[in-house]
């Protein structure tokens, strides 16, 4: 497994884009929350979840990690590299875990940099923002569990174009074809099933009885869809010739 690890770690960082990447990750996390705080105006009582408010970056820099865990696998199809690394390492399972792990981890450096900063943006921008832990760390797991869930897509998938449009789809589509459903209850039902709308409760801090699905009840929703993407990756790349 150690050479596995150490092979996945050494196409990453030399892939392409990859810094580039990490370094979106952060920036857009950090932007987009600056962006958000400085559009709030709140004196004396806010009626807005300010903690919330100042992690609003997640919900773009998601994409570029996306983007980042669907490159890890999806270029080695494009470019035909992936008959070289089962020849490597015929066990295709270890393969899988060693791409998750090493994708893994450098998602969590740049969601902990992008979440710190952001944070940090908030306390700057937003003088009544407090830290509450729960959004801060649930942000960076929710980061996480996307990565992992673009990764099993893009295994399923093959096609990094493909694996990219499932899921931003997933992530930005489902929403709004929430919003637009008339009756109420599926609407509440499609919000607690969505991975966004489900995983990013995690950060909401006030009104919490209001929300479609309780905080870390939404993170493990996210699990979920996490857990069926790499199944499927998994299964899939079993049962299919290189």
């Not at 309780?214 to 299964?235: F, K």
Request: net charge positive; glycine share 10%; proline share 4%.
């Amino acid at each position: 497994m150690k050479g596995a690890l150490l092979a996945e770690w050494t196409k990453l960082r030399t892939s392409p884009g990859t810094w580039w990447l990490l370094a979106g990750v952060v920036a857009a996390t950090i932007g987009l929350s600056a962006g958000a705080a400085a559009a709030i105006s709140c004196r004396g009582e806010c009626a807005a979840d300010l903690t919330k408010v100042s992690l609003t970056g997640v919900q773009l820099g998601q994409a570029v990690v996306a983007i980042l865990a669907v490159l890890a696998i999806g270029n080695e199809y494009s470019n035909g590299m992936v008959r070289v690394s089962l020849a490597a390492v015929p066990r295709r399972t270890r393969l899988l875990l060693a791409k998750a792990v090493v994708t893994s981890a450098v998602v969590l450096a740049a969601a902990v940099l992008g979440v710190a900063g952001s944070v940090l943006t908030g306390h700057l921008l937003l003088p009544a923002h407090g830290f509450l832990w729960r959004p801060a760390v649930g942000s960076v797991l929710y980061l996480e569990l996307i990565a992992l869930l673009s990764l099993g897509v893009a295994t399923a998938a093959r096609q990094p174009a493909t694996a990219v449009g499932i899921v931003l789809g997933l992530l930005y589509a489902w929403p709004v074809v929430a919003r637009v459903v008339t009756d109420p209850t599926w609407s509440r039902r499609l919000e607690q099933i969505g991975p966004m709308s489900a995983g990013t409760a995690v950060q909401a801090t006030r009104d919490l009885a209001s929300l479609p699905i309780a905080p870390w009840s939404g993170l493990g929703v996210l699990s979920l869809w996490a857990l069926a993407g790499m199944l499927a990756g998994w299964l899939l790349l079993l049962r299919r010739d290189a």
